[in-house]
């Protein structure tokens, strides 16, 4: 649903990027420049370095007197507060007393024409503002790289009407807070750098705008991974590019930073101002942990611009958040059940079938306070069946879920995992625009990231519960790993690197989306899940569907 609601300090001027963005798609036009989300992908990046050339500034744009004939510059910015237009134009060119605006692209023009509308768009902006300026511009050229040829596109009334139509549009669409509704079915989505941001067939799907099911459009998971520094006393510096990690001045590990997505710290180790300016830059975030895993806080870049997001979540208190919290209930109490219905050995059938009953009541709890209680009871339940998951050999106490600190190894190992999930969602909600403090369904109290705990409720049964059978199971854990102190149960050095390797495993693993049908990995799982509460915040689609496997 959108609102008229309008954007007060629009912009004077419009970038002509924006009105070729706008042409492509109104969508990705207002998730750009009015909210100020962007992703980069392989196309981006191979258009950045093909402009590498024409982004430094050579030569000078003289006066429109003739004298600029036979020359060239670069890189020239030109802006007309009465068109409301600037541009960053690649080359101008001047002959014959003519001034030629030209504009490299990447690829190569298309078999039914010179070019693209947008890029014709775009270029007819610059030529507008070469003519504001009072300069003889009655065509351009689009000098495609690909190919290593030019298309001469004139200035015909037609296309000068068509792009201040267009323009006027953009401003219109631009005053409005909500982004225009995703293109459908389209073969524009798939290779747009933002289709992880926008998700315009999961969208259209659930406002029921295409019957197909969705195509697989979320963006190929990034070769990046996390790297985790449990070394007592190292230091997480920078070199050449890279990260490295030192200990007493001896180099202990490294790696790329362009192969990095986060940098976890355990304990006392120290990181260099230089790699966190650095990491701020790439939207690296940069956590730290107790000694004993517990999440501790997070250092990012300045927030995401997405600020009627945050602006909205603020705005649904406690109560309104109701709908999205049992939603969020729902999907944890029937993991739960899935997961033991698949991995439990004589387990208590009753126990299977309360659980069914509990998922349903909380889809319609009156309260938040009737929906914690719901909660409390299916996982008492749970947690009384956990054993049953568990192969005879397995030699560990566990008589119930307890923490802070944990008595048992079980108990342990579940509360690692878990601040391994909170850690990656408070990221991921941080990287979409949420507060990830102002939870729907835990109260923002002590310093909690409340949304991440939020949505991590759907996810342990997922990536922490199993992660901690598979383990167990499997013996990749022992006795060995855990050391006692005091009455608290703690990982061991190589426990914990033991824990840290399996759960990137299970991140790694994909999975079938209950709702959209496409293979995924976890990894990428969590960050739909967040989108998809993002979309149902801003009231773009009816409501949140919590992730939930069979």
Not at 170 to 191: F, G, I, Y
Not at 299 to 306: D, F, I, R, V
Request: aromatic share 8%; glycine share 8%.
């Amino acid at each position: 649903m959108n609102t008229q609601s309008k954007v007060q300090d629009l912009p004077a001027l419009v970038p002509a990027r924006m009105v070729n963005e706008f042409s492509y798609c109104p969508r990705l036009f207002h998730l750009e420049w009015v909210q100020g989300q962007f992703q980069g992908n392989a196309d981006t990046a191979i258009g950045s370095w093909t402009h590498r050339a024409v982004d430094r500034p050579t030569g000078q744009l003289t006066e429109a007197d003739g004298s600029f004939d036979g020359r060239r510059a670069t890189s020239v910015m030109l802006s007309s507060e009465r068109l409301g237009l600037i541009a960053v134009i690649d080359a101008v060119e001047a002959s014959g007393g003519l001034t030629v605006p030209v504009d490299t692209k990447k690829g190569r023009p298309p078999a039914h024409g010179p070019a693209w509308e947008p890029e014709m768009i775009q270029l007819c902006v610059q030529g507008l503002l070469l003519q504001e300026h009072g300069y003889r511009c009655e065509y351009g050229e689009l000098y495609f790289a690909e190919t290593r040829e030019r298309k001469r596109i004139d200035f015909t009334p037609e296309l000068v009407g068509k792009t201040l139509a267009l323009v006027d549009e953009l401003r219109s669409v631009a005053m409005k807070v909500d982004p225009p509704p995703p293109l459908v079915d389209s073969p524009k989505c798939p290779r747009c750098s933002l289709v992880g941001i926008c998700l315009p067939d999961e969208t259209n799907v659930l406002l029921q705008r295409q019957q197909q099911p969705p195509r697989r459009l979320t963006p190929r998971d990034s070769e990046a991974r996390p790297i985790y520094v449990t070394e007592q006393g190292a230091y997480v510096g920078m070199k050449s590019g890279r990260v490295v990690i030192t200990q007493n001045r001896e180099p202990i590990a490294e790696a790329r930073l362009l192969d990095v997505s986060q940098i976890n710290i355990y304990g006392n180790a120290q990181v260099s101002t230089q790699l966190l300016r650095q990491c701020f830059g790439r939207e690296i975030p940069v956590l730290w942990f107790s000694y004993g895993g517990w999440f501790s806080g997070m250092a990012e870049g300045l927030p995401g611009k997405n600020v009627e997001l945050r602006r909205r979540q603020a705005g649904i208190s406690r109560q309104a958040g109701l709908p999205v919290a049992r939603r969020l209930i729902n999907g944890k109490i029937r993991n739960c059940r899935t997961l033991l219905m698949r991995n439990s050995r004589g387990r208590d059938e009753k126990v299977v079938a309360t659980l069914k009953r509990l998922a349903e009541d909380a889809l319609v709890a009156p309260s938040l306070e009737s929906l914690l209680g719901t909660e409390g009871a299916a996982a008492r339940l749970y947690f009384s069946q956990f054993t049953t998951m568990l192969r005879k050999e397995h030699k560990f106490d566990f008589n119930g879920r307890n923490r802070r600190p944990p008595t048992d190894p079980v108990n342990c190992l579940l509360s690692f995992a878990y601040s391994l999930i909170v850690k990656d969602l408070t990221a991921t909600t941080y990287g979409v625009g949420f507060d990830p403090y102002s939870g729907f369904f835990h109260r923002p109290r002590f310093g909690r990231p409340a949304l991440a705990l939020d949505l991590a409720e759907e996810f342990r049964p997922l990536l922490g519960d199993s992660l901690v059978l598979s383990v167990l199971n499997n013996g990749e854990v022992q006795a060995s790993d855990f050391v006692v102190r005091a009455g608290g149960v703690a990982l061991t050095d190589d426990g914990r690197r033991q824990i840290l390797r399996a759960y990137e495993r299970r991140l790694d693993s994909e999975v079938t989306h209950p709702t959209f049908g496409y293979r995924i990995k976890y990894r990428r799982v969590m960050e739909v899940q967040a989108r998809l509460l993002a979309a149902n915040v801003v009231r773009e689609v009816p409501e949140y569907i919590a992730f939930t496997t069979r």
